[in-house]
């Protein structure tokens, strides 16, 4: 059996802005990121109060708070934070899977420290955390990778939660859908309207049936809710591809405008997106993502070893005369990477998803 610990910094980028700048601790704020769009990236507890969330427009969130003060983001200070961080993670493992700047997944397993409690060595990094930091981060702690994220978010802020093996089974069972990590909005929806609502729900139902209805992802479901997660933290992840996709503000079926879309707005950014990648790495796949109005997603792709507009461009018509007239939600492009694997030297220079 494995020890995994999640820690989750506690609204980090706000809460290293409120550290640097204490008039920013007693009133509601968050990050608005340099975004054109006006998107906040975080925001602190007191925001949260009044409803304001990462995600939600400036716009949105100053009717819902009009005092909230945002505030533009640092990101090289978030990054040297980060870095502290890990360094702190690695006093006690070398397996560190980073999700972003302020998660993590750890795998104790083989640390002798605290005579192996997992929960005491969780407790001992966030005290390292806030002492060399001046941050708080929250825990999750469990025998099982997914649940240990879940964990996380129990006792947050500055707390920790553990899941005992033997009550992995009893936490599942009225475990709300929703928190299991991939179960976004729409697939919720379409949870409840088959009457699943928790980890008992789907226990009580067959993979068959989830296969049927949620094609891969009802699997790992069932399997997840059945307490089955063999997945290991994955220290070396090495990115398999690079797209960029776009959700219309309306709906559209239209095969020019659409192709337009691909050609004008999708392609110059893929390419962008893609260029620190291809200078290391080759590519060899292309490929096109549709999804419709009622989320129905499908997708096409060919080997090719360059970036081609004219390939993608056949590719989604290829796929939009499978569904004529079907309304149109999003469209995304997408590149395969050759795998790195044999030049370990690469690995440090690639971003983790
Ligand atoms: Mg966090």
């Not at 990236?41 to 007191?46: E, G, Q, R």
């Not at 978010?153 to 009225?174: R, Y």
């Not at 461009?313 to 796929?319: E, G, P």
Request: glycine share 8%; charged share 25%.
């Amino acid at each position: 059996m494995r020890k995994f610990i999640h820690i989750d910094m506690d609204c980090f980028y706000a809460a290293v802005e409120m550290r640097d700048n204490p008039k920013l601790t007693n009133i509601p704020m968050a990050i608005g990121g340099n975004s054109h769009r006006g998107v906040l990236s975080t925001a602190n507890y007191l925001a949260r109060e009044y409803g304001v969330r990462s995600a939600m427009s400036n716009y949105q969130a100053k009717k819902l708070c009009p005092q909230l003060v945002i505030v533009p983001g640092r990101m090289a200070v978030y990054k040297a934070v980060s870095a502290q961080i890990r360094t702190i993670f690695t006093r006690y493992t070398q397996l560190i899977e980073p999700l972003s700047l302020d998660e993590a997944y750890l795998d104790v397993t083989d640390c002798g420290e605290f005579g192996g409690s997992a929960t005491l060595i969780a407790q001992q990094i966030r005290a390292d955390i806030e002492r060399e930091t001046g941050l708080t981060a929250s825990a999750g702690i469990a025998s099982i990778k997914f649940l240990a994220k879940i964990a996380s978010d129990e006792n947050k802020p500055n707390g920790q939660f553990v899941i005992t093996p033997n009550e992995v089974h009893d936490f599942i069972d009225t475990l709300p859908l929703k928190k299991i990590p991939g179960v976004g909005k729409v697939t919720q929806q379409k949870l409840l309207a088959l009457g699943f609502q928790y980890g008992c729900d789907i226990k009580a139902s067959s993979e068959d049936f989830l296969y049927q209805r949620f094609g891969k992802f009802g699997l790992v479901l069932w399997r997840r809710c059945n307490g089955i997660d063999e997945r290991q933290v994955e220290t070396h992840r090495v990115r398999k591809s690079v797209g960029v996709e776009t959700t219309f503000s309306e709906d559209t079926s239209d095969g020019e405008e659409l192709t337009r879309r691909l050609i004008e707005s999708l392609f110059p950014e893929l390419t962008r997106r893609s260029q620190s990648y291809l200078q290391t790495r080759g590519m060899n796949k292309l490929g096109v993502k549709v999804k419709f109005f009622d989320f129905q997603s499908v997708s096409k792709e060919c080997q090719y070893d360059s970036l081609n507009v004219e390939v993608l461009v056949a590719l989604l018509q290829d796929l939009l005369v499978r569904y004529p007239n079907k309304p149109v939600r999003l469209i995304g492009i997408n590149i395969g990477l050759i795998d790195a694997k044999n030049s370990q030297a690469q690995l440090g220079l690639f971003d983790c998803d």
